[in-house]
């Protein structure tokens, strides 16, 4: 209880840093922040201690209302990166709308050109532990993504993703109101 009070006290210290940061959320001790000026969150958010979040290039994250955040996750934009209202993001979790250009031979790959993808998390979504989501996802309304899965890609409402690479292995069948496995 007294880390949450400190986390809240430290959020206070933070707020004028960021575009946005609604209260009440907390934020505990993070390990990096730059270009948190574009950072826009909303109330009610909690994120645990060891985050690393970055803008560039005038990007933006928008963290909307009731989104918990676990320890050691990476958030990094150079779009617009969205993450929906009361999702919920284990630990361990990178997520971005940025790839890297390689294709230079004996040019190192931080120094070419990045490629900027809209990345959205829609809301209501559960991001497993250790889970990847790479630039180009949009993820649809109440999106289950399995631990470890590298997703990459547009994915319906009410979808389980697993794997690596990711792939919806079971829907949610508004008819029937069952979880069911899909074919292949």
């Known amino acids: 209880m007294m880390d949450k009070l400190f986390w809240g006290l430290r959020a206070l210290c933070y707020s004028p840093f960021f575009g946005k940061f609604g209260l009440p959320s907390y934020?505990?001790?993070?390990?990096?922040?730059?270009g948190i000026r574009n950072v826009f969150i909303g109330k009610k958010v909690r994120i645990f201690p060891h985050l690393r979040m970055e803008t560039h290039n005038g990007g933006t994250i928008h963290i909307q209302d009731d989104v918990v955040i676990s320890q050691n996750?990476?958030?990094?934009?150079a779009g617009n990166l969205q993450i929906g209202k009361s999702s919920l993001i284990l630990a361990n979790v990178f997520i971005t709308n940025i790839d890297h250009d390689?294709?230079?031979i004996?040019?190192?790959v931080v120094k070419q050109k990045i490629a900027v993808k809209e990345t959205h998390i829609g809301e209501n979504c559960f991001i497993g532990m250790g889970a990847a989501?790479?630039?180009g996802t949009v993820l649809g309304k109440q999106c289950v993504v399995g631990a470890?899965?590298?997703?990459r890609g547009t994915f319906p409402d009410y979808s389980v993703i697993a794997g690596a690479p990711a792939k919806i292995v079971k829907?949610?069948?508004?008819e029937t109101q069952i979880w069911e496995k899909t074919i292949g």
């Not at 996750?73 to 934009?77: A, F, L, N």
Request: zero cysteines.
């Open 106 to 108: 004996g040019q190192h």
């Open 148 to 151: 470890n899965s590298v997703v």
């Open 102 to 104: 390689y294709t230079a």
């Open 171 to 174: 829907k949610y069948n508004q």
């Open 73 to 77: 996750v990476h958030i990094t934009s």
């Open 27 to 34: 934020l505990g001790k993070p390990v990096f922040l730059k």
């Open 133 to 135: 989501i790479m630039a």
